[in-house]
């Protein structure tokens, strides 16, 4: 996978909960406000509850965030996550008079897998054109975010259709730089392999072109880093007291 979700029996894509359970424990304080402007599936939101973090998560699409609040309605109580349908190029106008407390999220990968028809759907642009959004994305979410805090974001490299890395890892590091945050820490999350050795194992012979299964996890920090980890509180590496059993977990995204 590409986008640092798993791949369920029936094939939908879900987000890592453990990556967001350890990303909101580390990085974000109890009681802190999350943002995520590329919402899309429920698992960030309903993490965010779970631990003790108010959420608010943007998507383009009414039927995701239709499906996003019927499954936080069974699974989810107070503080209930919070989904905005709209662009987030304009999410300052969308969220109101907010100050957040992490900036988290995981992007489209350009057009890698289309999400809609709609045009101002980053999936459907050209990389020329789906980078200038981003950026622009990027640049008005950080502003929401309070000084002394961290944003991360989850992505990976994809190929332009001559095969060669566009470098969306590289892009994205500029992008926050761009918007005044610093490049502050750097993980990989290494995903299940499934049929990669046999798609590797093809396409290696033909082109060799290595199979990748892993995608960075990328923090960054507006303000001091000191300031950023003191308001994030002690490290809380404890188990949820009421987290989603795998049933519960089955109907998520």
């Not at 610093?182 to 999350?189: F, H």
């Amino acid at each position: 996978m590409d986008d640092g979700s798993a791949r369920t029996l029936n094939g939908t894509s879900i987000f890592d909960p453990v990556l967001c359970e350890l990303a909101y424990r580390w990085f974000c304080p109890l009681g802190g406000l999350i943002v995520d402007p590329f919402a899309g599936g429920s698992v960030r939101g309903i993490v965010a509850s779970k631990l003790g973090r108010r959420y608010i998560g943007i998507d383009l699409r009414p039927e995701q965030i239709e499906a996003n609040r019927a499954q936080a309605a069974v699974i989810c109580q107070d503080p209930a996550p919070t989904w905005i349908e709209g662009d987030s190029t304009g999410i300052a106008g969308l969220v109101g008079d907010i100050e957040a407390d992490f900036l988290f999220s995981c992007p489209p990968y350009a057009d890698l897998e289309r999400y809609s028809d709609d045009p101002r759907d980053l999936s459907t642009m050209d990389y020329a054109a789906f980078l200038a959004t981003y950026r622009q994305i990027i640049l008005a979410s950080a502003a929401l975010l309070k000084s002394d805090r961290f944003a991360c974001f989850i992505v990976g490299d994809i190929r332009d259709r001559q095969g060669f890395y566009r470098n969306f890892v590289g892009h994205t590091v500029d992008a926050f730089q761009n918007a005044g945050l610093r490049y502050y820490n750097e993980a990989i999350l290494v995903t299940q392999a499934g049929s990669l050795p046999v798609r590797a194992g093809k396409q290696f012979e033909t082109s060799r072109k290595l199979g990748k299964t892993h995608q960075n996890c990328l923090v960054f920090v507006k303000g001091d880093p000191r300031a950023a980890t003191e308001a994030c509180g002690k490290v809380d590496f404890g188990e949820l007291e009421s987290a989603p059993d795998e049933d519960a977990l089955s109907v998520i995204e």
